[in-house]
């Protein structure tokens, strides 16, 4: 069984950065594909980034130039480089695995960014 646990979340100024983590622990596959979500109060739960076992990636328009993601194969870790945050960016982070066809969600880690 796969756990996905999320780390890095936190308070910051509009304009400052963030690194969120996140960590696959289990029988995960060399060939997956993670990636980040986020839900802001009232909001429905929307795909941020993600990436494959080969580094392909795609990111949502409303991050696109500000996030980035990246993983570690090695050590099955997943990363989201956040920069230039702004208010709208505040939401519940989550972690999201897709191993070899098989779903997993971390807890999420919580991003408020103020004004």
């Known amino acids: 069984q796969v756990q996905v646990v999320e780390s890095g979340g936190g308070l910051v100024q509009a304009g400052g950065s963030l690194r969120l983590s996140c960590a696959a622990s289990?029988?995960?596959?060399?060939?997956?594909?993670m990636a980040w979500y986020r839900q802001a109060p009232g909001k429905q739960r929307e795909s941020v980034a993600s990436?494959?076992?080969?580094?392909?990636?795609n990111y949502a328009d409303s991050v696109k130039g500000r996030f980035t993601i990246s993983r570690d194969n090695a050590k099955n870790t997943v990363y989201l480089q956040m920069n230039s945050l702004k208010p709208e960016d505040t939401a519940v982070y989550y972690c999201?695995?897709?191993?070899?066809?098989?779903?997993?969600w971390g807890q999420g880690t919580q991003v408020t960014v103020s004004s």
């Open positions: 999201f695995m897709n191993n070899g066809g098989l779903h997993y």
């Open positions: 289990g029988r995960t596959f060399s060939t997956n594909i």
């Open positions: 990436c494959d076992s080969a580094g392909t990636t």
